[in-house]
C-alpha cells in the first residue's frame, strides 16, 4: 500500500508526514497482509460462533441467556406496544412476561431505558418471531453501517476489516442498535456538506440515544452549518412529537420516573462496570469513589468539547472532523457499552484513509491496531485485571484524529488531495 509525503514544505505544528516504506509499520501493513489478517478473524468467530451454537437449546445459550440477549429487550418492548401498552416497556414485570413470550426458556429480566422515540424504531420486530426478528435487525442495521463506513474508505480491504472488526462482532452477539447508531452517526457526516437537510434529519433520528448527542450541537455551531442545525433541532422535536402522537404521553412519564433506576443501574454496577468502557466505570471499577469518578469523567468531557470546538471552528477537511466527533463522543459519554464500540469503526476508517492519502506519523498505525482489536479483549481485560482499557484507547484514536485535523489546513494548502468524503453521496 503506497504512502503520500504531505509536500516538501514543513507544516507549522509537529506533525510531519513523510514516507515511510521502510519502516517495520510499512512491512507490517501491506495490502496483502490487511487482507490475510481479518479472514484469521473470521475464521475464529465462525468456529466459536459453531461451537457457541452448538450449546444453545431452546434459544438459551451456555450462560443461560437469550441468544442476542439484549435484543430480547427490544423484541418485548414491540411487543408490549403492539398490545397496546407501551408505558409497560418501562415496568419490570411485564417486560419480563413480554420476553418470556419471545424466548419462554429465559429466565433473566432485561430492562428498557430508551426514550419512547426508539419505539417507534422496534415496532415492528415482535410481528415474527424472535430468532428471525433478531437476524432482520442485525443484518438489516449492518448493511447500513457496512455502506456508510465503505464510503468513507473506499478501498478494497475496507469490508472485509469491517467484518472482521470485533466491534461488529459484538454487536453482532448482543443483538444491540450499535450498527444503526453508527449508520445516523456516519451518514450525517458523509451528507454534512452536501446535503445539510438531510445530515439534520439523520442527527434527529439519533435522539433516541440522547448521551451520543452531547457534542453534536457544539459541532454544528461551531462549524457554521447553521441548516443541519435546524434541521437536526427540528427533527428531535418532530420524533418526540410523533412519540406521544402514537404511544400518548404516558410513556414519556414513565420514562423519566424510570430516571432514577437507569441512574441506579449505572453508578452502582448493577450492569458490570467491565462492560462499560468510560472513564467514569473505568475508575469505579479500580475503586474510585462516585465523586471522583464523575469529576474525571466531567473534567475530560470538557477537554474533549474544547478540542471538538476548536477543530469544528477551523474547518479542516471533513473526514477528520468527523473522525474526532466521533472518537470525543466516545470518550466524554460515561454511559457507554462494549458494543457501542461498532461507532468506533468510523474513525479507525477515516484516520486509515487520511494516512493512504497524506502519510502517517511515528507510532499512529499501530495505535489503529490497538483500537481494531480493543473491543474483543476490553471486557475480558476488564473483569480479569479490574482495568479498562477501552478509554485509553479511545482516548489516543481522538488525540491522534484531532491532532492530524489541526494540522490538516496547512497541508490542504501544499497537497490538496481530494477527501473520498466530498464525492461520496
Not at 174 to 203: D, W, Y
Not at 233 to 246: D, E, H, P, R
Request: contains cysteine; aromatic residues 14%; charged residues 10%.
Amino acid at each position: 500500500m503506497p504512502h503520500y509525503s504531505a509536500g516538501r514544505k514543513k507544516t507549522p505544528m509537529s506533525l510531519q508526514l513523510t514516507p515511510d516504506t521502510g519502516s517495520m509499520a510499512s512491512r507490517i501493513f501491506t495490502a496483502h497482509r490487511l487482507s490475510a489478517y481479518p479472514l484469521i478473524f473470521l475464521t475464529v468467530y465462525i468456529v466459536a460462533a459453531i461451537a457457541w451454537m452448538s450449546q444453545v437449546t431452546d434459544l438459551i445459550d451456555p450462560r443461560q441467556k437469550p441468544i442476542g440477549y439484549d435484543f430480547i429487550t427490544f423484541w418485548g418492548a414491540s411487543w408490549l406496544t403492539l398490545q397496546g401498552d407501551a408505558a409497560a416497556v418501562f415496568d419490570a414485570a411485564k417486560m419480563f412476561a413480554a420476553e418470556k413470550v419471545a424466548v419462554p426458556g429465559s429466565d433473566k429480566v432485561f430492562l428498557w431505558h430508551y426514550p419512547p422515540t426508539f419505539l417507534a424504531v422496534v415496532l415492528p420486530l415482535s410481528l415474527i418471531p424472535y430468532i428471525w426478528s433478531y437476524l432482520i435487525w442485525t443484518t438489516g442495521t449492518f448493511a447500513g453501517y457496512a455502506w456508510v463506513v465503505r464510503k468513507m474508505a473506499p478501498q478494497p480491504q475496507t469490508l472485509l476489516l469491517l467484518c472482521a472488526f470485533p466491534g461488529t462482532f459484538m454487536n453482532f452477539f448482543h443483538g444491540q442498535n450499535g450498527f444503526l447508531t453508527a449508520a445516523l452517526f456516519g451518514g450525517a457526516m458523509l451528507v454534512l456538506e452536501r446535503r445539510p437537510v438531510a445530515a439534520g434529519i439523520l442527527i434527529g433520528l439519533l435522539s433516541y440515544k440522547p448521551h451520543f448527542g452531547l457534542l453534536l450541537p457544539l459541532a454544528l455551531l461551531c462549524g457554521r452549518h447553521w441548516t443541519s442545525f435546524f434541521w437536526a433541532a427540528g427533527t428531535t422535536v418532530a420524533f418526540a412529537a410523533l412519540s406521544v402522537a402514537a404511544f400518548g404521553v404516558d410513556t414519556w412519564i414513565a420514562f423519566w420516573d424510570n430516571a432514577p433506576l437507569a441512574r441506579a443501574v449505572f453508578e452502582d454496577g448493577l450492569v458490570r462496570w467491565a462492560k462499560i468502557p468510560s472513564a467514569f466505570a473505568a475508575l469505579r471499577l479500580a475503586g474510585a469513589d462516585l465523586a471522583m469518578a464523575y469529576a474525571a469523567q466531567i473534567t475530560i468531557g470538557v477537554c474533549i468539547a474544547a478540542t471538538v470546538a476548536v477543530v469544528w471552528w477551523r474547518r479542516p477537511p471533513l473526514p477528520l472532523r468527523a473522525a474526532t466527533l466521533v472518537a470525543g463522543t466516545l470518550a466524554a459519554t460515561p454511559y457507554l457499552f462494549d458494543y457501542d464500540f461498532a461507532l468506533l469503526a468510523i474513525p479507525i476508517a477515516l484516520i486509515a484513509m487520511d494516512g493512504y492519502l497524506r502519510g502517517w506519523n511515528t507510532g499512529e498505525r499501530p495505535i489503529l491496531v490497538i483500537a481494531w482489536v480493543m473491543p474483543l479483549v476490553s471486557t475480558g481485560i476488564a473483569e480479569w485485571t479490574n482495568v479498562q482499557i477501552g478509554p485509553a484507547c479511545v482516548l489516543a484514536l481522538f488525540v491522534i484524529a484531532a491532532r492530524r485535523a489541526l494540522s490538516a489546513q496547512d497541508r490542504r494548502r501544499h497537497t490538496p488531495i481530494p477527501s473520498p468524503m466530498e464525492n461520496a453521496v
